[in-house]
């Protein structure tokens, strides 16, 4: 999903964006999203990676005015509630005014911080078994120049991280495969994509954790999908952004035996999935 134009934001009429440039980091672009929130633009999926990665590290340090909600999506943040605990400016009288003028503020304040790239902690990946019969094997190895059969080893070897969360209950936007790995979407999505479904869309790979459309390239599926999504765990979701993962190749006959770690609440950085991804739009972010 593309981040919005300062002019398509909500509640962008009445605030400008807020940026900022400089020596030794990116630029980043911060716009109104309506009256509570903000929406921080980012350069590439790794810069956002490191600034969600920084806010959740100053908000347990208690450094973060308070914000309800911090959602990390393709290359922007969405951080929502932030009206609550941000003290009002001189002359500001109205809620309405002690509001904009506060979000104003922490505007400026994000706009110019300087953020370390992601750091890479030594955590134990969440293995997926996976079957590699997917219907677009050959087309996908056709992409990458190599024969059918070598497309599971290629996968199975990359080393994966959840970058966000989107489109459906459960579903990880994984990043970790080099450029040249990179292949486009389907040009027709299909109408109906089973529920396990391993696919890869641009710099992305997803496992689908319930029926629904979806246009990207099938390699393959996950053989029991029932531990991505379990609404009677802590959390729900079995891959949470900056969980590392690794597919690993199995027969169609092993049923998807092999433990799949089920996730710890400390590991859940504060937000919600991000639902807004259609699956049949022209972005490579929805699935």
Known sequence: M????ACDAPGASSASSTRADGPGFAPVRVLPAGPHA??????????????????????????????????PAARTVLLDGIHAGIHAG???????????????????DLASWRVEPP???????????????????????????????EVAALHSRTA??????????????????PERLHVPRRTTPR???????????GPYTGVYPRPS????????????PGALWDPARDPAALLVPGTPVRFVAV?????????????????VPAGRARAGDSPAGDSPVGA
């Open 213 to 224: 459309p979806g246009g990207w390239q099938i390699v393959g599926r996950m053989p029991d």
């Open 191 to 201: 109408t109906r994509v089973p529920a396990g479904a391993v696919a890869l869309a």
């Open 119 to 149: 750091r890479r902690e030594g955590r134990e990946p969440v293995e997926i078994p996976v079957v590699y019969d997917g219907p677009d094997l050959d087309e996908v190895g056709a992409l990458w120049g190599v024969p059918a059969g």
């Open 90 to 108: 001189a002359g500001e009288r109205s809620p309405g005014e002690r509001a904009s003028g506060a979000r104003e503020r922490f505007a400026r």
């Open 2 to 5: 593309n981040a919005p134009d």
């Open 251 to 267: 027969g169609a006959g092993d049923g998807g035996a092999g433990a799949l770690p089920a996730p710890r609440a400390d590991d």
């Open 160 to 177: 994966f991280r959840v970058a966000f969360c989107g489109f459906a209950p459960g579903f990880g936007y994984l990043t970790g495969l």
């Open 38 to 71: 903000l929406l921080v633009e980012l350069a590439d999926g790794e810069h956002a990676e490191a600034f969600h990665a920084e806010l959740l590290r100053r908000r347990e340090r208690g450094e973060l005015p308070a914000v309800r909600e911090i959602v």
